[in-house]
């Protein structure tokens, strides 16, 4: 199977910050790459897909890049809603797998 | 608008059996492949099954290959996950995805709630 590592594991930071999140497969998965966000008690939710198209109703502070096994999620200005877990997830196999998720906490 | 909806979930001995539903509405269901993800209690996202939109092709996840049965009908619009031989770390919440794909790259469009699983004696 292929093995997604993201990094950072945790992530402080503040309102108003640019922060970015990595995520590396462990083969080539093209584009195949996809981004969710998880609330405590919360279904996770679409962010991004194919690598960096924007999924509908999310907002465009949210972006992300990369192809091959090296991808970024970044978020340009946190806003207080921001502040949750984030998944990266590759669709290049059969059978998904995901990150192991970093989680976004207010400093 | 589009919705699925999870149920079944419980307290189950382990070497037990559970059947997991999740119905869905709001789209052509058998257009999409349909996931099942679970999540452990304070642990990440593991992809577990999914079933294509006829129903004609499955894949597991290895951690329950042979003990899990994914399946659909497709006139009722609900997706099942047979899960026998139950052990205490499939205790989890399960949710059910939906599989959209654009110019065939696909992801999970729309999930479920959720229905937690617990398998303790």
């Known amino acids: 199977d292929i093995q997604m590592t993201q990094s950072p594991s945790s992530l402080s930071a503040s309102v108003g910050d640019r922060v970015s999140i990595t995520c590396r497969a462990s083969?080539?998965?093209?584009?195949?790459l996809n981004w969710y966000q998880q609330k405590p008690g919360k279904a996770p939710k679409l962010l991004i897909y194919a690598a960096s198209s924007l999924q509908s109703g999310i907002p465009s502070r949210f972006s992300g890049s990369g192809s091959g096994t090296d991808f970024t999620l970044t978020i340009s200005s946190l806003q207080p809603e921001d502040f949750a877990t984030y998944y990266c997830q590759q669709s290049y196999s059969t059978r998904y797998t995901f990150g192991q998720g970093t989680k976004l906490e207010i400093k | 608008e589009v919705q699925l909806l999870e149920s079944g979930g419980g307290l189950v001995q382990p070497g037990g059996s559970l059947r997991l539903s999740c119905a869905a509405s709001g789209f052509t269901f058998t257009s999409y492949a349909i996931h099942w993800v679970r999540q452990a209690p304070g642990k990440g996202l593991e992809w577990v099954a999914a079933i294509s939109g006829s129903g004609g092709v499955t894949y597991y996840a290895d951690s329950v290959k042979g003990r899990f049965t994914i399946s659909r009908d497709n006139s009722k619009k609900t997706l099942y996950l047979q899960m026998n031989s139950l052990r205490a770390e499939d205790t989890a919440v399960y949710y059910c995805a939906k599989e959209f794909q654009v110019l065939e790259e696909p992801h999970l469009d729309c999930w479920g709630q959720g229905t937690l699983v617990t398998v303790s004696s």
């Open positions: 083969q080539s998965i093209s584009s195949y």
